[in-house]
Every structure is written in structure tokens, then in C-alpha cells.
């Protein structure tokens, strides 16, 4: 939209009224072609939809620096002859500068037969190879170490993927290797992946999430476990700084539990929030360092 500014200039004869050609351009993004929860914020251009834990099992990039959020995670599986077994961690998650992460988590279960037990805590750092954008799909690295309170303590690695696609479409990928430091040692070998639309622009987001598990234990690695689950995906955001996020993911194969599903609730209690951060970005200058 462009608008003239006219005003009265003077003349030897007296005043007139003649048009200026000053001109002021505004411009801007057409409202219905925006979507927030995509929007670039904080030192790392990341969309605003990446400083949440937005897949329930799933992960993707790191936490905006100077924030933090604590999330419950609660996960029922139900096996194939009707027993229930529940699995809680709740986690704090803490955005650190150079594109870093660090979070602590706490682990019970309750089995079966109904019994509540401690099994462990857990820390997990990440690196983001670099910023949002930089490189193809974003990758991040991303180590985890659990000292089990029962069992031998289980260290991991994985590689994390996302992206946004053809607009309100945000798809995570992640590739784990999970190894058991005594006993059985049981390695695990999973991979990830979910893709969600935006239904309602930071507010309600649908789409499928599965789960590819290769378990072997030593002295039986011929003899491997396999299990793969698939089903919906549901991430809801109640208020600017918490939501919900649901995954009931179905057995497809013998080794497959009947269902396991994913539930994960979270709080951003420090920090900006993702809609607070829309144009706090880094210099021209150092972005891509």
C-alpha cells in the first residue's frame, strides 16, 4: 500500500496546493497466508513450534536459550494377554546458550500387578549442529544416560531430525541406539517419526506418529525382538505456555505390545514463551557461526 503525503508549498506568488511525491510503502505479510506457530524466534530462527516438546515421542532441535519447562510424561502399555504396565518420568528441560540443551528426568513405574517402584533418573544433553535452517532437516545430536535403580544403568545416542513442509505440516524423525550396561545387555535399535498438521494455527495440531524397536540381548542376537507401532498424533496448547500432546500407538506385529500409548504435559515456568520471543533474533552477523 503506498500513501502520499501533499502538502502547501509556498511560491513567490503566495501559497498553492501542489502534491509532494514523498511516499510511505507498508507492507506486509497477508494474514490469512501466516502461520504463527511457524514464525522464526529467539537467537537460533527456530519456528515457534520447536520450543515446545510438540511430538509426544518424538524430539526435535533444542530449547531457546534462557528458558526452561517441566514436562510429565505418563505412558500405559497394554500387552497381549491384558496386563497393563504404566510408565511416568517427569523431565526439566533447559535451553543453554551455543545451542545447547540439558535435561534431568525421574523414573517410576507401576507394573502389572500393580506395584509402584522408583526405577531410576536419567540426564540428557543435546547439541543443534547449527541454526534453524542452516543445514537440511536440522540436525541434532543428542546423548542420554540412565542410572537405573534396579536394573543395569542404560546409556543411548541418537540423531534428531525436523522441519516444516508445505506450510502448518511439521514432521520429527529420530534414530536411537540403545545399549544395557549389564545382565542381558540389550541393545535397541528404534527409530521414530511424526508428521502433524496445523488444524487450528497454534492451537491444535493432528496428524500420525510411529515406532520402529529392535531389541537382541547377548547370546541371542539371531533372535532379535521386533516391534512396530503406529497411530494418531494429538498436540493441544491450552494457554501460551503449556499443553498437552497424545499418541495411542497400536501393535502391528507378534513382539508388539497391543497398544502403548504416549502421553506428555508441559509448562514453560522460565523464560520468554515461543510467542513472546517473535522478534528477538540474532545479528545478521553472527547467524550460521
Not at 500513501?3 to 514523498?22: C, E, H, I
Not at 530449547?63 to 496386563?83: C, D, H, M, S, Y
Request: hydrophobic share 35%.
Amino acid at each position: 500500500m503506498q500513501v502520499g503525503s501533499f502538502a502547501q508549498q509556498p511560491t513567490s506568488g503566495g501559497m498553492t496546493n501542489s502534491a509532494t511525491s514523498d511516499e510511505v510503502i507498508v507492507t506486509g505479510a497477508d494474514g490469512a497466508d501466516t502461520v504463527r506457530q511457524d514464525t522464526p524466534v529467539g537467537p537460533y530462527n527456530q519456528p515457534v513450534w520447536t520450543t515446545e516438546r510438540f511430538f509426544p515421542n518424538t524430539r526435535v532441535y533444542v530449547r531457546p536459550p534462557g528458558t526452561a519447562e517441566f514436562n510429565q510424561f505418563w505412558t500405559p502399555e497394554f500387552g497381549k494377554n491384558g496386563e497393563v504396565e504404566h510408565a511416568f518420568r517427569e523431565e526439566i528441560e533447559v535451553g543453554l546458550p551455543y545451542r545447547f540443551q540439558l535435561d534431568f528426568y525421574q523414573n517410576w513405574n507401576i507394573d502389572e500387578e500393580h506395584n509402584t517402584f522408583y526405577k531410576g533418573s536419567s540426564i540428557e544433553l543435546r547439541y543443534a549442529l547449527a541454526d534453524w535452517g542452516k543445514i537440511p532437516l536440522n540436525p541434532t545430536l543428542y546423548g542420554e544416560w540412565n542410572f537405573n535403580d534396579r536394573e543395569p544403568d542404560v546409556w543411548e545416542v541418537k540423531l534428531l531430525l525436523g522441519d516444516t513442509f508445505a506450510k502448518r505440516w511439521n514432521w520429527g524423525a529420530n534414530f536411537n541406539y540403545e545399549q544395557q550396561t549389564g545382565e542381558g545387555r540389550e541393545t535397541e535399535i528404534a527409530i521414530s517419526h511424526a508428521l502433524t498438521y496445523a488444524v487450528i494455527d497454534r492451537r491444535l495440531n493432528v496428524g500420525i506418529e510411529m515406532l520402529f524397536e529392535h531389541k537382541t540381548e547377548a547370546g541371542a542376537r539371531g533372535d532379535p525382538g521386533v516391534e512396530f507401532l503406529i497411530g494418531p498424533a494429538i498436540n493441544v496448547k491450552p494457554t501460551r505456555n503449556s499443553f498437552i500432546g497424545v499418541s495411542p500407538l497400536f501393535g502391528t506385529t507378534s513382539d508388539s505390545p497391543t497398544a502403548e500409548i504416549f502421553v506428555v504435559a508441559g509448562f514453560q515456568f522460565w523464560g520468554a514463551s515461543g510467542g513472546e520471543l517473535e522478534g528477538v533474533r540474532s545479528p545478521v552477523s553472527s547467524q550460521g557461526r
